[in-house]
């Protein structure tokens, strides 16, 4: 950061949220946290459930006009009542850090984009940071979300990974998992994916969070029963999550350095 501030690039990340979902209260107070710690500049806009479509969709014109903010950010899920595709669509496409908006959407299904989805990206990066050459590999992605499970199954495919995607009609998932040399799960059921479905020396990935009732964070697969058969697995909490949140900062890095004329 330092480096880009004596170039004279200052980077800036606005953060909307909507209501107060607590869930959605700790991922903005960790972006927020992560910001500080790597010196960006950031901007909390907490909305009151109530807010409108049109009043939510006029902040987010406001910040894409804004100079020193290079990311615009809104917390999903928004309230009921908004229509998330119709704010996502208002967002610059340049400052769309989480690269939810079409434009960027439609880049990354062609292979050649700007930003990456943040949790699927940050997937991408633990792959390539323990060196596991994807091409000509099973991979599975359990869940088909425009967040995670469509962009995760795409990014697989560019390293030449021979991708299946499964989601809540798929017909017996244990026997689909089992041939999966990677496994990446993004269902939001905690623990469902347990050590007998997946096959011996599989690399499991964990998207999932879930709160249990005793407040206990797990994610979708059973950690204790797959890492006895897994050859890697990601832990939750501390494993996809924090990734995604670097993955925002790089995005965010990015879009300034973009701006400014760099790749
Ligand atoms: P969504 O609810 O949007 O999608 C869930 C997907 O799982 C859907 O495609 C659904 O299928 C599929 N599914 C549901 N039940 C089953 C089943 N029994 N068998 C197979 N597939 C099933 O969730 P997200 O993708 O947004 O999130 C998934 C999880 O990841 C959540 O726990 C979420 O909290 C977590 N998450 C974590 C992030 C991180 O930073 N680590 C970031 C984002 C999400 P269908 O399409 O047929 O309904």
Do not use: W
């Not at 020193?68 to 809104?74: A, E, K, M, S």
């Not at 850090?97 to 299904?109: E, L, Q, R």
């Not at 030449?160 to 993004?186: E, Q, Y």
């Amino acid at each position: 950061m330092a480096k880009l501030k004596d170039e004279g690039i200052s980077v800036g990340l606005a953060v909307v949220i909507v209501g107060d979902d607590p869930a959605s209260r700790v991922y903005v107070n960790s972006k927020k946290r992560a910001c500080e710690e790597i010196g960006i500049y950031s901007e909390e806009y907490a909305l009151k459930g109530e807010t409108t479509q049109e009043e939510l969709i006029e902040l987010v014109k406001k910040l894409n006009e804004k100079d020193d903010i290079n990311g615009i950010l809104v917390q999903l899920p928004l309230p009921r009542h908004i229509d998330e595709e119709a704010v996502i669509n208002a967002i610059s496409p340049e400052k769309d850090v989480d690269a939810f908006h079409p434009v960027n959407v439609g880049k990354i299904m062609i292979g050649n984009y700007d930003f990456l989805p943040c949790t699927p990206a940050g997937v991408m990066e633990l792959i390539a940071e323990s060196e596991i050459d994807l091409a000509g590999k099973e991979c599975v992605v359990v869940g088909r979300s425009n967040i995670v499970g469509k962009p995760m199954s795409m990014l697989l495919l560019h390293k030449n990974a021979t991708v299946t995607i499964c989601h809540s009609k798929t017909k017996n998932l244990p026997k689909v998992i089992k041939r999966a040399d990677l496994v990446v799960v993004a269902v939001g059921r905690p623990e469902m994916v347990t050590g007998d479905m997946i096959k011996e020396g599989a690399v499991v990935i964990d998207v999932g969070i879930n709160r249990l009732e005793n407040k206990k964070l797990v994610g979708d697969a059973h950690f204790e029963s797959c890492k006895e058969k897994a050859a890697a697995i990601t832990p939750v909490p501390g494993g996809v999550g924090p990734m995604t949140i670097a993955m925002l900062m790089k995005n965010t890095v990015k879009s300034a350095k973009l701006k400014a004329g760099r790749k």
